[in-house]
């Protein structure tokens, strides 16, 4: 395990980005597979992640980023007894990332609301003094209007309006309209609206300032 744990850690390390992608996976699946085994090596490899993501700030380690997000948070899952001592830091990064690291379109959003999710349910009414601080953020992901738009233009316009221009088309033969949609906003909003369920079922009562 040690051995196994060590060489991913070096080629997130050393690695070009798609390795790193490819052994940040490796590693959240065998801490994982191994379950509170992977305990002795639990806190060094959190901190070890954290760094990440505190340092790999610019846009093309995003994907990196978002996939260190979801290693975390399941490594987390998987060690739950050693979850609570590192519970808060793990939250201060995620509420960093959310509030002031994220883009419109980041590949980081679908991955910090499944990070959100694994986290509420390991903490369950726990969780509830930090719902001040994320859920603004998920509301926002639920409230989204996704974008779409014609092809052939270049312009993307939210889904209602663009829907209130398409003409189906007619009987006399006129040109069919295709239309593009953004499909990782609606995944964002999709995941949202499942994530306030959960958040609900777990925190219970906590959740009643919210439900205006």
């Known amino acids: 395990m040690q ?10 390390k050393d690695g070009i980005s798609i390795v ?14 191994a379950g509170e085994n992977f305990i002795p090596f639990f806190k060094d490899t959190i ?5 990440y993501l505190n340092t790999f700030l610019t846009p093309e380690y995003k994907q990196f980023r978002g996939q260190v997000i979801e290693a975390i ?17 793990v939250i201060q990064v995620l509420l960093t990332i959310q509030n002031t690291q994220l883009e419109k379109r980041d590949a980081q959003r679908v991955y910090l609301l499944s990070a959100w999710q694994r986290i509420c349910l390991l903490m369950k009414a726990d969780f509830a003094p930090y719902l001040k601080d994320v859920l603004p953020g998920i509301f926002s992901s639920a409230t989204l209007n996704p974008q779409m738009g014609v092809a052939g233009q270049d312009t993307l316009a939210s889904l209602t309006d663009v829907l209130s ?12 309209e295709k239309l593009n949609v953004v499909t990782d906003e609606i995944d964002e909003k999709d995941v949202a609206i499942q994530m306030l369920a959960v958040f609900i079922d777990e ?5 009643i300032d919210w439900v205006d």
């Open 3 to 12: 051995t196994i744990s060590q060489k991913l850690c070096n080629l997130i």
């Open 20 to 33: 790193k992608e490819n052994a940040v996976s490796a590693l959240a699946t065998v801490a994982e597979k």
């Open 47 to 51: 901190y070890f992640l954290i760094g």
């Open 73 to 89: 948070t399941i490594i987390c899952a998987g060690c739950e007894p050693a979850f609570a001592p590192v519970a808060h830091d």
């Open 165 to 176: 221009e398409i003409k189906p088309e007619t009987a006399s033969g006129a040109k069919e």
């Open 203 to 207: 925190v219970g009562e906590a959740f």
